[in-house]
Structure formats: C-alpha cells, structure tokens
C-alpha cells in the first residue's frame, strides 16, 4: 500500500522509501522505515497532504507520497 493511498486520519507504518529526487529529503524529515506516519489532512482537491512522522508535521505531495510503502498494522482499526 503507498502512502498516497491513505485517508485522513489513518496511520501506518513506512517499511520502504523508493529511490526517487525527494527520497533523501523525505528521510532527513524522519520518514524511516519502522516509523508511524499519520495522515493529519487533505487538501480539498486531494494534493497535497499533510503528514506527521517522529513528532512533525508537513506536506507532501501525493506523487512523492506514492513512492512511500506503508503497511497498517495487523489487528489495527484505522480512522
């Protein structure tokens, strides 16, 4: 499932980051695979989306939140 998929307010974990123009930037910001990210809000037109990882909280666009793997825990019920 890619991070673009989500609603807001559903949470995953990130277990892959694809190779991509952001992916180091995306990283430095605390997205790491392990992490639980949170999909805080959606722009009315859908792009782009605020996220929180470790504690921040930014944008991000949906087409660099498409290179984003996340997986929602086994036994967890999402927003």
Do not use: H
């Not at 991509?20 to 989306?49: F, H, K, R």
Request: charged share 25%.
């Amino acid at each position: 499932m890619k991070l673009s998929d989500l609603k807001q307010g559903q949470e995953a974990i990130i277990t892959e980051i694809e190779d991509s123009a952001v992916t180091e930037q995306l990283m430095e910001m605390g997205c790491l695979p392990g992490e639980l990210v949170v999909i805080e809000n959606v722009a009315p037109m859908g792009d782009p989306i605020a996220i929180s990882v470790v504690g921040y909280k930014f944008s991000l666009r949906k087409a660099d939140a498409a290179k984003v793997e996340v997986k929602i825990p086994a036994g967890y019920t999402n927003a």
